[in-house]
């Protein structure tokens, strides 16, 4: 009796170890699911960040408009016909 229950402990103190102590153990999981966490908000803020640019690369390529507002607000050009005026504070 008393060797099955010593054989019960020591199988009870490894499996213990393990779920503590050894690689792999529950504090490396819940830093792992943390970190995973983290990369899933950064490639959702990526993904967002590359739907918004391929509107705009659609919009440049399609769009007379936007070709316009990005020259006219990056470059300064103005269309013929049109007063240019600077005002300075």
């Known amino acids: 009796m008393r060797a099955g229950l010593l054989a019960l402990l020591l199988v009870m103190l490894g ?3 393990r ?3 050894a690689p792999g153990n529950l504090f ?3 830093e792992l699911q943390d970190r ?3 990369e899933h908000d950064a490639v959702d803020q990526l993904a967002e960040r590359n ?3 391929t509107a705009e690369v659609e919009d440049l390529r399609s769009g007379v408009t ?3 507002d ?3 607000s990056e470059l300064g050009m ?3 016909g049109e007063t240019f005026i600077r005002v300075i504070e």
Do not use: F, N, S, Y
């Open 15 to 17: 499996l213990q170890h």
């Open 19 to 21: 779920l503590l102590v």
């Open 28 to 30: 490396e999981l819940g």
């Open 36 to 38: 995973v966490e983290r």
């Open 51 to 53: 739907a918004q640019l």
């Open 66 to 68: 936007a070709v316009e």
């Open 70 to 72: 990005r020259a006219r």
């Open 78 to 80: 103005i269309k013929p």
